[in-house]
């Protein structure tokens, strides 16, 4: 009796409306129509309303799914009822809230026929976004214990900031008090940073760096960790001498080390070349700014003074440049008498002051051998959200504008 007085006083809305999470019915065919939801339903799409949501999914069901995963997700729907005898389907996709915010939801389904109305699913969803984060960082956190168990080395690294991470058990980074080259005992980024060159693929690189004449294999892997973009490292100590081939050891730690230095450093002034630039920063957008560092009247230096006088010139600014700048920061000959400077993520308000120091520091420079010699620069600089390669020519305009006088520098 009591179970018969229950359903006499049944409430179907408020008992949908206690779910511990959203419930709908939508109709299997056309444009997958929705018959019913309930306010839970709503609230996990950030709508107070059922206008609201219509507005925002549609009132359908492949409008409630994030554009990417719709088709993936009607696929396996469809595989899962196939081969289901009580026609229930388990998907799990992304959402985009009304508020732009994207979650991830797993949904439970079933596939009813119902006479007047047809083919129905009725299903329960709920948003499991912490719930699965929280899975894929202890898996990543064991995903990395083991290659610390196979590799010497095993590192996360955001090459745009030269900053190195540790993962904890919980999947948390933390930053380590040092740049990512210090590893390899370098004061500024390597020369053929095989980091940069898998972040501009998004792909998988490898090389052979060194610690004095100690020789390891470096592959770096990129990887989306909650969409950061980071590189993953692994490294290996090579012990093995017949690897070295005719060569021993030392000899080849030195062959590779002059072959990167060839191929990535300006023999002149020490600065990266455009080699480098091209492999490894052209097709990176970095959080930064720019600046183009030109030799004013570098023709007339050339012709009063001489080749070899203005080559003092282009060396003495390149060294004037770097003890200017931060090491994370890339020093660039850009041009015959220009250099281009990254600058990494810096203090904006810091930018212009780095500028005005290096041009008055070149301003003052002096030349032991050529005492009557006096060298300027003209400097532009920008700043922008999101710098690249397409920025550079906004950076050599403004420098070109600083060139009109001379000894300046114009920011934008």
Known sequence: MEKDKFLEDFDGEKFANNFPGGFFIYEAEGDERLLYANDILYQLWGCESKEEFSELTGNTFPGMVHKDDIRRVEIEIHQQIKSSEHKFDNVDYRIVRKDGTVRLVEDFGRLVADEKYGDLFYVFVMDVTEKIEAKAKREFYEYIQKLKSIFDIVRLVDVSRSEEYVIDTEGKLTKQP??????????????????????????????????????????????????QPLILEMVSKINDESLFGAFGQEEFAEAVQGYNRAMYLDSLTGAYNRNFFDEQLKNI???????????????????????????????????????SIQKSDALIRYGDNSFLIVFQLPDTCKVGHCLENIRTKVELAEFAEY??????????????????SRNISQAQQLARKAGEKGNQVVME
Not at 196 to 218: Q, S
Not at 371 to 388: D, E, F, K
Request: with cysteine; proline share 1%.
């Open 178 to 227: 040092y740049e990512c080259f210090a590893v390899w005992n370098k004061s500024r980024r390597c020369e053929n940073c095989v980091s940069l060159k898998a972040l501009a693929k998004k792909g998988k690189v490898t090389k052979f760096e060194f610690i004095g004449h100690d020789v390891y294999h470096v592959t770096a892997k990129y990887m989306e960790v909650r969409n």
């Open 285 to 323: 957008n970095f959080l930064s700014a720019l600046a183009v560092v030109e030799i004013d009247g570098f023709e007339e230096l050339n012709r009063v003074h001489g080749e070899t006088a203005a080559e003092h010139v282009l060396v003495a600014a390149a060294r004037l440049i770097r003890v």
């Open 371 to 388: 005492p009557q010699m006096h060298a300027t620069v003209s400097i532009g600089g920008l700043i922008c959200n999101s710098c690249s």
